[in-house]
């Protein structure tokens, strides 16, 4: 794999769904204790769901029992605060994009800061890893089993975290267990975070439709089953061109090309022993391996 830097890429913002758009959009709020982060205790960082950029520490997240994520702290410059329509209180949203989080709040006296940024869930996205201030880019591929693509896509200048999960079903939070047995819809997929001064989309699509059969039906290498399909879950416009105009290129060489091309939706990731597989358990993959087509 190359090392080579590459120049800032433009990145675009996230396409959001109904539920999602209600909130971020349209300043809506999720029901309280409904969202995936309101318990959350992993340590990372939580940024934008609708542009990427780092917005809170897991350091400044506390438990306030209110219903949502609560912080008291964001990432310098991040945030920004307006007073409500209602006169009362005051909203907090994303700098860089202006994505409705929800409120801060004060004087409840509940850290040593006395302040409580009370975020959405849905207004979040969290990676495992510790970011400086800017915008991420994320992409999601599935190609098998996920603990391969993992490998590799961890290795790969410019990825700063990966998450193991499922994705494109119609089961909500489902289990490993559930997904094995193929009828919940689900892919096994990766959710790969990284800096798009150092990589871009295209390298990592392109690095994704070399490490695994893109041809094969219904499975990857001897993993059979819908769950271990192709597919790419596109984020936005730009992503979906990018991949449409890459696979017409292997369709060109001679291949004929499986792998499917998706709006993205809920992704939720799996269980813990299922993340950074082969680097906890020392071994490499069995069904995933570099071949040039590019």
């Not at 080579?4 to 990145?11: G, N, R, Y």
């Not at 542009?51 to 994520?69: H, I, Q, R």
């Not at 059979?224 to 696979?247: H, M, P, T």
């Not at 069995?286 to 590019?294: D, E, L, P």
Request: glycine residues 10%; proline residues 5%; hydrophobic residues 30%.
């Amino acid at each position: 794999m190359s090392t080579q830097s590459f120049p800032q890429e433009k990145l675009p913002y996230n396409d959001l769904n109904k539920k999602e758009a209600a909130v971020i959009n349209n300043k809506g709020t999720e029901a309280p204790f409904a969202g995936i982060y309101t318990d959350y205790t992993a340590g990372g960082t939580y940024i934008c769901k609708k542009c990427g950029e780092a917005l809170y520490y897991s350091g400044s997240k506390f438990k306030s029992d209110c219903g949502w994520p609560s912080f008291d702290a964001e990432i310098k410059g991040a945030v920004v605060r307006y007073p409500d329509p209602d006169g009362i209180r005051t909203e907090i949203e994303c700098a860089s994009c202006g994505a409705h989080l929800g409120h801060v709040f004060i004087g409840e006296h509940l850290t040593a800061k006395d302040t409580r940024h009370c975020v959405n869930s849905v207004s979040l996205d969290f990676v495992p890893a510790h970011l400086e201030p800017g915008r991420y880019g994320t992409a999601i591929f599935a190609g098998g089993c996920f603990w391969g693509v993992d490998y590799y896509m961890k290795k790969a200048p410019g990825v700063l975290a990966v998450i193991s999960g499922f994705t494109g079903g119609h089961v909500p939070n489902p289990s490993y267990k559930q997904v094995c047995t193929g009828l919940t819809g689900h892919a096994e997929a990766v959710k790969i975070f990284y800096d798009p001064a150092k990589t871009d989309y295209n390298k990592l699509l392109r690095l994704f439709l070399e490490i695994h059969d893109p041809t094969q039906v219904g499975g990857q290498g001897p993993d059979i089953g819908d769950q271990y399909r192709s597919e790419i879950f596109y984020l936005n416009d730009e992503q979906k061109e990018v991949a449409d105009k890459d696979l017409d290129i292997l369709r060109a060489k001679g291949y004929n090309i499986a792998t499917k091309v998706t709006e993205a939706s809920e992704f939720y990731p799996a269980e813990d022993y299922h993340q950074d597989y082969y680097f906890k358990n020392g071994k490499l993959p069995y069904c995933h391996a570099f071949t040039k087509r590019f």
